[in-house]
């Protein structure tokens, strides 16, 4: 009996060996592979760290391209408004140069038609400057009918703001006068309007024929 005993404590001891020993091998993958996942994780964490930092410089590279083309779309925009606004300033003073000739036509309405007709009056003074002193002769008759034609035509010109310059004896002005004799005069100035050759006359301000005159030297 004592051998039999001994016998199955052998056995027990050895089974408890067998045990223990099996324990241990399956402990030991449990620890690898627990080094191993750790491991994985560490090996993991760079590549987060590195598409981190890969994003990051993707979204500056857009950012920069979006803020350089937001430059660029400010810059036409300027361009654009600078070219709105001389095209604007030029069209205002387009506008404004076609408003003045056309008040300045309305203003000098006639004009081509009163040029015409004051040679018809410098012909009626050179025939009413043919009159002498005698009144009663038969060409102061034939002439008074001049008179009175000149005299209303006269009126006629004033009324519509054309006037005869006052030229003589004044210095020679080359914006109303044009000089075609000159003569030396004992006692008077050079530069003088010694005689009106042909009366210059202005309409409303304005010169429409300069008076030709002789003038001193």
Do not use: C, W
């Not at 100035?189 to 202005?202: A, F, H, M, R, S």
């Amino acid at each position: 009996m004592e051998k039999e005993k001994q016998v199955m404590d052998e056995e027990k001891e050895v089974e408890v060996k067998s045990n223990e020993s099996n324990n241990s091998t399956i402990d030991s993958p449990k620890v690898d592979l627990e080094k191993s996942q750790d491991e994985k994780v560490d090996n993991k964490e760079p590549e987060k760290v590195e598409e981190s930092t890969k994003k990051e410089d993707k979204k500056s590279f857009f950012k920069k391209k979006e803020d350089s083309e937001k430059k660029k779309l400010q810059d036409e925009n300027a361009l654009l408004k600078d070219k709105y606004l001389r095209v604007n300033a030029e069209m205002q003073n387009m506008r404004r140069r076609m408003e003045e000739e056309k008040a300045n036509l309305l203003k000098y309405e006639g004009e081509d038609l009163i040029k015409k007709l004051l040679p018809v009056v410098d012909n009626f003074e050179r025939a009413i400057n043919m009159d002498d002193t005698n009144l009663e002769d038969e060409v102061s008759k034939f002439l008074s009918g001049f008179k009175m034609i000149y005299g209303n035509l006269s009126d006629t010109l004033k009324n519509n703001e054309i006037i005869a310059m006052d030229v003589l004896n004044k210095p020679f002005d080359p914006n109303t006068m044009e000089a075609v004799l000159t003569e030396e005069v004992e006692g008077v100035e050079p530069n003088i309007v010694i005689d009106v050759l042909q009366k210059g006359y202005t309409y409303k301000g304005k010169v429409i024929r300069h008076a030709m005159v002789k003038v001193s030297k």
